[in-house]
């Protein structure tokens, strides 16, 4: 990177000098130009640098031996999610990791058995932005290998998450960690089942998974819904939902928007953790 920005200065003084000789307005354009342009790879360093010096320092008592607990992560293969279950087989839980597609499963399997041994979840844990491995070492001969098991789901597929549901409820997941989210940009598309793909993906099919969970005799002691600060810009019409069959989430005047469209799919999530609240008395929420 700061290779990049030295030759871009190189650049701006060769400009800056050849400017002296040529066409005045034209090489104060380019000079201009270059300005400009040397900006975004500056400012992308200097977040990096503070985000490193401001990283949040984790409580010891947050970090605690997760041995015997099922966790079972949506969209547990990339992003929030992959380095979720990186870190819950660091604490030794045993992690149910849905995934829409093969490619991401073999991925996270080859991670996995690393991950999943007391000498691979110590390395881990030691590269670890949050340096687990100095907080939480479990001992070897207490602590066995993570269990990591990895099942085919869609979530904007209600057929897909009824099988899914079936065989999880098998393992009795103690936590549901909601990870999944996806913006889709074009308003005409659809899922499988003819929802809105934004509201399917994010929403529904969480709901038919936990609905699902607890018809089968496994509902969870805690579940965990990522959620976004968009959601408060979210607009919920519950008759155009009704009305539309959930191709739409209500009539909000002007051109689509797509973020503003996922922002309505995440205020379904709140939605959802208050009814939960209401109906699953037992079970923590957050």
Same mark, same amino acid.
């Given at each position: %990177?700061?290779?990049?920005?030295?030759?871009?200065?190189?650049?701006?003084?060769?400009?800056?000098?050849? &400017?002296?000789?040529?066409?005045? %307005?034209?090489?104060?354009?380019? *000079?201009?130009?270059?300005?400009?342009?040397?900006?975004?790879?500056i400012?992308?360093?200097?977040?990096?640098?503070?985000?490193?010096?401001?990283?949040?320092?984790?409580?010891?008592? =947050?970090?605690?031996?997760?041995?015997?607990?099922?966790?079972?992560?949506?969209?547990?293969? &990339?992003?929030?999610?992959?380095?979720?279950?990186e870190?819950?087989c660091?604490?030794?839980a045993?992690v149910?990791?849905?995934?829409? #597609?093969? +490619?991401?499963?073999?991925k996270?399997?080859?991670?996995?058995?690393?991950?999943?041994?007391?000498?691979?979840?110590?390395?881990?844990?030691?590269?670890?932005?949050?340096?687990?491995?100095?907080?939480f070492?479990?001992?070897?001969a &207490?602590?066995?290998?993570?269990?990591?098991?990895?099942?085919?789901l869609?979530?904007?597929? %209600?057929?897909? *998450?009824?099988?899914?549901? &079936?065989?999880?409820?098998?393992?009795?997941?103690?936590?549901v960690?909601?990870?999944?989210?996806?913006?889709?940009?074009?308003?005409?598309?659809?899922? *499988?089942?003819?929802y809105?793909? =934004?509201?399917? =993906?994010?929403?529904?099919?969480?709901?038919?998974?936990?609905?699902?969970?607890?018809?089968?005799?496994?509902r969870?002691s805690k579940?965990?819904?990522?959620?976004?600060?968009?959601?408060?810009?979210?607009?919920?019409? =519950? +008759?155009?939902?009704?009305?539309? *069959?959930?191709?739409?989430? #209500?009539?909000?005047?002007?051109?689509?928007?797509?973020?503003?469209?996922?922002?309505?799919?995440?205020?379904?999530?709140?939605?959802?953790?208050?009814?939960l609240?209401?109906?699953?008395?037992?079970?923590?929420?957050?």
């Amino acid at each position: %990177m700061r290779t990049i920005n030295f030759w871009w200065i190189a650049q701006l003084q060769f400009y800056s000098i050849s &400017s002296l000789r040529g066409d005045p %307005m034209a090489s104060v354009k380019k *000079v201009a130009a270059l300005f400009f342009a040397i900006q975004p790879p500056i400012i992308f360093a200097s977040s990096k640098v503070y985000r490193e010096q401001h990283r949040p320092d984790l409580p010891l008592h =947050t970090v605690k031996d997760l041995s015997g607990c099922v966790v079972l992560c949506t969209e547990g293969t &990339s992003g929030i999610g992959k380095a979720t279950v990186e870190i819950l087989c660091v604490l030794g839980a045993d992690v149910i990791v849905a995934s829409r #597609n093969r +490619e991401d499963e073999c991925k996270v399997r080859t991670k996995s058995e690393t991950t999943t041994t007391f000498a691979g979840r110590r390395a881990l844990g030691a590269n670890n932005k949050y340096h687990l491995a100095h907080r939480f070492v479990p001992h070897p001969a &207490s602590h066995p290998a993570s269990l990591l098991t990895l099942l085919q789901l869609d979530l904007s597929d %209600m057929r897909s *998450v009824q099988r899914f549901s &079936s065989s999880a409820a098998a393992r009795k997941p103690s936590v549901v960690l909601s990870c999944a989210a996806e913006i889709f940009t074009d308003p005409e598309s659809r899922s *499988v089942d003819g929802y809105d793909p =934004t509201f399917a =993906t994010s929403a529904l099919g969480l709901q038919a998974l936990l609905q699902g969970l607890d018809e089968g005799g496994a509902r969870p002691s805690k579940v965990v819904i990522i959620a976004s600060k968009l959601e408060s810009q979210g607009y919920i019409d =519950t +008759e155009v939902v009704r009305l539309s *069959v959930g191709t739409k989430l #209500n009539n909000r005047e002007g051109k689509f928007n797509a973020v503003k469209n996922y922002g309505d799919a995440k205020l379904c999530n709140q939605l959802l953790a208050t009814e939960l609240a209401e109906r699953w008395k037992d079970t923590t929420r957050s």
